[in-house]
């Protein structure tokens, strides 16, 4: 939000300052929040994002949003009107003064994950990781509306798990911005229970953790949808 804003205009000043010598900066990652109203005959309305973005930026998520097709969500078979929460990958990079924004294909995702910060004590050692998040997602909006906490984790190595603690801040920190716009059914609030799997290994690890795997033998039950509800869905172009 505004911190993100504040990274944008940090890349614009920094490139225009070489702006005499070609300069490319580093790229930055974002999988945005995008919750999109779709009515019962399945036809779009306007998009909100979860992060301020600018103009340009704004234009080219919501264009390409714009171009999905959906079909309803449904109350026992009915169709109904929804607001439906995509994960939609974003890119700004700055090139000779200049950022550039790239917007991704979209998914439907009830939980936005974000790119792993990798603790940089453990990239510097090598240390690989897995790790297996409970989410908790209320369904009326407030501050305490996400709950996350770490309910298994594996290390590739006995040197690996000194970094369990900044592994898990993390892991966590990934997620705590997964759900700032609610979805709906029919007007009615969603909430979740979800458990996400982490991993943390670089082409440098001789050795890595299945974070899949380690997800499906520690993972409980999944809550999702009241009986009687289905989402929207994306239609294949």
Known sequence: MRLFCAVLLSLSMVSATFA????VGPKLRLN???LVPVDAEGQAGTPRIGEE???EAQA???ERVGALRYEPATRDGAP????LSLSVPFTAQNIDGTVHYTVGEATAAPIIKQFPNYPVEAIRDGA?????VRVEVAAEPGPDRVKAEVVASEFASRRASRYKRQFEQAAIQSLSACCRLVETIDGQPLGRVEYVAISYSTTFNRERVDAEALKASHAGEVVDLPTGLRRAT???Q
């Open 80 to 83: 109904v009107p929804s607001e």
């Open 53 to 55: 973005l600018p103009e």
């Open 60 to 62: 080219l998520v919501i």
């Open 234 to 236: 994306l239609v294949a």
């Open 128 to 132: 690989a990781a897995a790790l297996v």
């Open 32 to 34: 945005l929040q995008v």
């Open 20 to 23: 005499a010598e070609p300069k």
